[in-house]
């Protein structure tokens, strides 16, 4: 007979299995509100299910994307801000897969920490709920993985997995991309969950904390200014496609900011002139640079510095796809025009107008 009188447990290891079972019951409310067609908004299985044909859809391609949130989690470890970071990770996802054409229809997320936290966890997961409605997707599946001694006990790390499909015939970037289109810019909501490392460090330099009121916004502390979620374009951009097929390209303004990102859309025998004064730069880059000493090639090249979506049209569709998207809750700019191609993918006109 085995001696139990010193046997230890999965728990005195630091995993929790009721834990994790309490989290899965608080969170199946927030996954079933993302409900849509092709998925019934369960789980609980070993895989999730989406019916393509139940979604209405004819000759689909597939379109898959991952990503994760960054540094920006260790703002929300800190100030314990956890309910917008699924919206971060979320986004993140499903604005690359519509900047292809596609419509995302689901998202599986995996979420990792040192020690789980039921209320935690289920903030987290309702922001990534969030998230899915606003972009229209199904939550249909995740992992939630206590690993005591790979994570510090408050530590946590996101990632997140989407899949959306567009009709083969209206896949983007199109080819007809030409000399003379213009180029239409989308507000950003702020940093959206790229650069944390260097506001992070420019945080720290500043000797600020982020329960301060913030410097560049009054009404919120530093931390609750620098959480502020990803937008997610999905929806209007969904409605333009319904409505126009005046959109030739888009490009989600990431890392790398507009340096990086627009070439990728692009043939190799044009370029994106920007006009840099167009550009409505939110309060928070401007603080960002005096603070930090941060030069505009470095701003352009780190941060989207306010335009978190680039939209390429023709100049007879601009007056249109720019009202759709308007009417749909976009913020949208002239911001250049497709030239030839010279030397660089981008160049730039003017300068920042930072606040």
């Given at each position: 007979m085995t001696d139990t009188s010193n046997s230890l447990t999965y728990r005195d290891a630091g995993v929790d299995i009721d834990a994790g079972n309490d989290l899965v019951q608080r969170i199946k409310p927030h996954v079933r509100s993302?409900?849509?067609?092709?998925?019934?908004?369960?789980?609980g299985g070993f895989g999730g299910l989406f019916d393509l044909k139940a979604a209405g859809f004819d000759d689909p391609l597939l379109v898959a994307a991952n990503d994760g949130?960054?540094?920006?989690?260790?703002?929300?470890?800190?100030?314990?801000l956890h309910d917008t970071i699924g919206v971060d990770?979320?986004?993140?996802?499903?604005?690359?897969?519509?900047?292809?054409?596609?419509?995302?229809?689901?998202?599986?997320?995996?979420?990792?920490?040192?020690?789980?936290?039921?209320?935690?966890?289920?903030a987290i997961v309702k922001g990534i709920a969030s998230g899915c409605r606003q972009a229209g997707c199904a939550l249909i599946g995740g992992e939630t993985a206590e690993m005591p001694g790979l994570y510090a006990e408050k530590d946590y790390d996101l990632a997140g997995f989407a899949v959306g499909a567009v009709e083969r015939d209206r896949l983007l970037p199109a080819g007809t991309i030409e000399a003379g289109d213009m180029i239409l810019?989308?507000?950003?909501?702020?940093?959206?969950?790229?650069?944390?490392s260097l506001i992070r460090r420019i945080v720290e330099r500043s000797g600020a904390r982020y329960g301060d009121p913030a410097p560049f916004d009054a009404e919120r502390?530093?931390?609750?200014?620098?959480?502020?979620?990803?937008r997610i374009y999905v929806k209007p951009l969904l409605s333009a496609f319904a409505e126009t097929k005046g959109i030739k390209a888009l490009a989600h303004i990431t890392g790398g900011g507009f340096v990086e990102n627009i070439p990728r859309v692009l043939p190799e025998t044009l370029r994106a002139d920007i006009d840099l004064f167009a550009v409505p730069v939110p309060p928070v880059f401007g603080w960002l640079a005096k603070e930090g000493g941060v030069a505009?090639?470095?701003?352009?090249?780190?941060?989207?510095?306010?335009?978190?979506?680039?939209?390429?049209?023709?100049?007879?569709?601009?007056?249109?796809?720019?009202?759709i998207l308007q009417t749909a809750g976009e913020t949208v700019v002239p911001l250049g025009r497709i030239l030839p191609r010279k030397d660089a993918a981008v160049t730039f006109n003017g300068a920042l107008p930072l606040p």
């Amino acid at each position: 007979m085995t001696d139990t009188s010193n046997s230890l447990t999965y728990r005195d290891a630091g995993v929790d299995i009721d834990a994790g079972n309490d989290l899965v019951q608080r969170i199946k409310p927030h996954v079933r509100s993302t409900r849509r067609r092709g998925a019934d908004g369960e789980i609980g299985g070993f895989g999730g299910l989406f019916d393509l044909k139940a979604a209405g859809f004819d000759d689909p391609l597939l379109v898959a994307a991952n990503d994760g949130v960054g540094t920006k989690l260790r703002i929300a470890i800190e100030t314990g801000l956890h309910d917008t970071i699924g919206v971060d990770l979320v986004a993140m996802c499903v604005n690359d897969l519509v900047v292809q054409g596609a419509e995302p229809l689901f998202f599986l997320d995996y979420y990792a920490t040192g020690r789980l936290d039921p209320s935690e966890g289920e903030a987290i997961v309702k922001g990534i709920a969030s998230g899915c409605r606003q972009a229209g997707c199904a939550l249909i599946g995740g992992e939630t993985a206590e690993m005591p001694g790979l994570y510090a006990e408050k530590d946590y790390d996101l990632a997140g997995f989407a899949v959306g499909a567009v009709e083969r015939d209206r896949l983007l970037p199109a080819g007809t991309i030409e000399a003379g289109d213009m180029i239409l810019g989308l507000a950003s909501s702020g940093a959206h969950s790229n650069g944390y490392s260097l506001i992070r460090r420019i945080v720290e330099r500043s000797g600020a904390r982020y329960g301060d009121p913030a410097p560049f916004d009054a009404e919120r502390t530093l931390g609750e200014a620098l959480i502020e979620p990803t937008r997610i374009y999905v929806k209007p951009l969904l409605s333009a496609f319904a409505e126009t097929k005046g959109i030739k390209a888009l490009a989600h303004i990431t890392g790398g900011g507009f340096v990086e990102n627009i070439p990728r859309v692009l043939p190799e025998t044009l370029r994106a002139d920007i006009d840099l004064f167009a550009v409505p730069v939110p309060p928070v880059f401007g603080w960002l640079a005096k603070e930090g000493g941060v030069a505009e090639t470095e701003m352009l090249r780190t941060f989207n510095c306010g335009i978190g979506m680039i939209v390429v049209v023709s100049e007879a569709d601009a007056a249109t796809v720019g009202a759709i998207l308007q009417t749909a809750g976009e913020t949208v700019v002239p911001l250049g025009r497709i030239l030839p191609r010279k030397d660089a993918a981008v160049t730039f006109n003017g300068a920042l107008p930072l606040p």
